[in-house]
């Protein structure tokens, strides 16, 4: 099966400060990676659709210049959490979609996820 | 916009069939996907099912109607090692990552 890879894998920050997430396809090719959060007991939210390439695309509700995505290369996008806050404190999951190498479309793999605190 | 309902807890012992339904109210919608995930862990895909029936793969099992707008996980000969949460997700099209996830179903399995 397709390899993701997440880093760091926790995080503590001091409020105002900017983290950054790095999530890797370790064996295969994603032009499209996913970022989601999840909060405590609380189901995914998808955050955003990160494009190789080109600018990432927003789900609603979701501030693009507070979480600044970079989709580098065909096998690493970034999350940058700017000027985080405590509320920003969550699991940041990234995923990346089959298709490719054989890979089924129909299955998402997941990174092993990133817990941010911010005190 | 989508909504889905599963249930918030589910409880088993070792050797039992437990069935996890997933109602759903989609404005789109392209298959049902389930997803399971341990404590402090990453999700798992589990399943996926695009059209109407029943997918088998190993003691797990998935079933869609469309028509229902239900679907449900089926795990058989459960161990202990599958309590977790398990997701439905709403796939919106041909993206398979565009998905809406339940709130998750928390599965105890007990000796």
């Known amino acids: 099966g397709a390899v993701v890879s997440q880093h760091p894998s926790r995080v503590i920050c001091k409020s105002g400060t900017s983290v950054k997430i790095e999530c890797r396809s370790l064996d295969f090719q994603a032009t499209t990676m996913f970022w989601y959060r999840q909060f405590p007991k609380q189901s995914l939210m998808l955050m955003a659709t990160?494009?190789?390439?080109?600018?990432?695309?927003?789900e609603q509700g979701v501030e693009k210049d507070k979480f600044l995505i970079n989709h580098a290369s065909l096998t690493l996008s970034t999350l940058t959490v700017t000027s985080a806050h405590p509320e920003d404190s969550s699991f940041y999951i990234c995923?990346?979609?089959?298709?490719?190498?054989?890979?089924?479309?129909?299955?998402?793999?997941f990174g092993p996820g990133t817990r941010l605190t911010v005190l | 916009g989508q909504s889905l309902e599963q249930p918030s807890e589910v409880t088993a012992v070792e050797g039992a069939i437990v069935q996890i339904n997933c109602t759903y109210q989609t404005s789109g919608f392209y298959g049902l996907s389930w997803y399971q995930q341990h404590d402090g862990g990453a999700p798992t895909f589990l399943s996926y099912n695009g059209l109407d029936g029943l997918e088998e793969t190993g003691r797990f099992s998935s079933f869609l109607s469309r028509s229902d707008s239900y679907g449900y996980l089926l795990l058989q000969e459960l161990q202990m090692k599958d309590s977790a949460s398990y997701f439905c997700a709403v796939r919106e099209g041909t993206n398979a990552g565009k998905s809406t996830f339940g709130d998750g179903t928390t599965l105890t399995v007990k000796p």
């Open positions: 990160s494009n190789e390439g080109s600018k990432a695309t927003y």
């Open positions: 995923s990346a979609k089959g298709g490719l190498a054989g890979l089924s479309s129909n299955e998402q793999f």
